[in-house]
């Protein structure tokens, strides 16, 4: 099946820093989505793209996305703790049989040190 | 808060029972989808259902089945329970096919 390859899996950053992180896909995909979840929690979605090259923001994230359709990435702007948590990419393709299921990557875990 | 509810939060069982999962969407959402989220194999699609018809499976077992009511609930209903089907399930719905997901806060099943 399709596979997401999420990039970094981890990473500690000082508050107040920029992040990046992205997704490539062996695939293409319709619409990229990035999720951020919480322990215990659901996925919360971030960022919603729907074109190829489209770029979107919201609040201190932007998100691309690719226009190979095959890869996406997630910018986060001067870091603050609560950004801490598992940030994850997810593809969905109409498979034209009313089938919108989404795939998603492995996550980025992010950490900020204060 | 993302509208989605999911019953009971917490389930813990025995190897070889039987146990269902409840979902309610978000007010006007028609489609239900479910995910198995695991630590080796992250999140997964399990099944979708709109409007009360599946509409595709994923890597969802034979021993688990769905289905959705006419209110647009939807149940997860996991047979001869194992050990390795300890995870998180989390049901998310949308508005209409192919349009943004809104996860629920999950169930967190453990199998004994």
């Known amino acids: 099946g399709q596979q997401l390859n999420q990039s970094p899996q981890s990473m500690f950053i000082q508050e107040g820093e920029d992040v990046s992180m992205n997704c490539t896909s062996s695939?293409?995909?319709?619409?990229w989505l990035w999720y951020k979840q919480d322990p215990g929690e659901g996925p919360v979605l971030l960022i919603a793209l729907y074109k190829a090259g489209e770029l979107t923001s919201n609040g201190r994230l932007t998100a691309q996305f690719g226009i190979t359709r095959k890869d996406s990435f997630l910018n986060i702007s001067a870091s603050i703790p609560s950004d801490v948590g598992i940030y994850f990419c997810?593809?969905?393709?109409?498979?034209?049989?009313?089938?919108?299921?989404?795939?998603f990557g492995k996550g980025t875990k992010l950490s900020v040190i204060p | 808060d993302s509208g989605v509810t999911q019953t009971p939060k917490h389930l813990i069982t025995a190897t070889g029972q039987r146990v269902t999962l409840r979902c309610s969407p978000r007010s006007g959402d028609l489609s239900v989808y479910w995910y198995q989220q695991s630590l080796d194999q992250g999140l997964q699609f399990l099944i979708q259902?709109?409007?009360?018809?599946?509409?595709a499976k994923g890597n969802i077992l034979e021993r688990f089945s769905a289905q959705q009511f006419p209110d647009l609930h939807s149940e997860l209903n996991l047979s001869s329970l194992e050990l390795g089907d300890s995870a998180l399930y989390f049901c998310?719905?949308?508005?209409?096919?192919?349009?943004?997901?809104?996860f629920g806060p999950g169930t967190r099943l453990t199998v004994l």
């Open positions: 998310a719905s949308s508005v209409v096919k192919g349009s943004e997901q809104f």
């Open positions: 997810a593809g969905q393709l109409d498979s034209g049989a009313g089938s919108y299921q989404l795939t």
């Open positions: 259902y709109y409007n009360g018809e599946e509409r």
């Open positions: 695939s293409i995909f319709n619409t």
